[in-house]
């Protein structure tokens, strides 16, 4: 477990806790810094909603990057745990909040489900087998020539590939997918951003055999090549 904070009784605990499970613990007092020692494997960090500022997407996004297959966890003061506030820290990519005035039983159970979860990789596979999305490494492939070639997707367009390839051959409406755009971007979008991010990933996908389709009614659908219709 990492947990970053300057909350002294805060880190305290949950170091108490980590040791009871039996979990390697490390505390910081800042977010780390990208770039000079390669991070060790981690599974799951703790992120105090005080140090990740004014805008926490950017902390969660920094610390993704870093640790790709973590699990990410924001921790609130009672007075911080409004409903708003809840509400726009899950939705900027943090995986779960917790709050620092529950129990330990309570504390320990919900930060042990999100650290067994991270061990697993969350991976969504094409039909045909060449397109592989990796949900907490936010990474995409596709096999071209019997080989895997990473694909850049930035936050939005992973997205969109998550929630069409969940449901590979079924219509998502063009709401669903706006919804799953706007929690990416931590914002509301403008009209027409959804049509236009789908063009955008449809010509980021050009490399795989399969597609993606425009149906009646605002809806879309991904196919594998040899389930396209015709």
Known sequence: MLVLSRDGAWLSRLERLAHSGGWP??????????GRTPPPERALA?????????????AVSALRSLYP????????DVSEMDHDSVTAAVSCGADEVVGKSWTDDRLSAKLAVLRDRSLFSQTRLSADGA???????????????????????????????????????????RTELGDSLAAAAGRELEAGTVTRRLAALKKAL?????????ARGGLYRIVSARRRTR
């Open 46 to 58: 703790v992120l105090d909603r005080g140090l990740a500022g004014q805008a926490p997407a950017k």
């Open 131 to 173: 397109l592989k999305a990796e949900r907490r490494a936010h990474r995409v492939h596709v096999k071209a020539r019997g080989r895997w070639k990473e694909l850049v997707l930035d936050a939005g367009g992973f997205a969109l590939l998550w929630r069409l390839l969940e449901r590979e051959g079924v219509p998502v409406s």
């Open 69 to 76: 297959g973590i699990a990410i966890v924001l921790s609130f």
């Open 25 to 34: 613990f490390e505390a910081r007092a800042a977010l780390p810094a990208p």
């Open 206 to 214: 050009s490399a795989w055999s399969g597609d993606i389709e425009v």
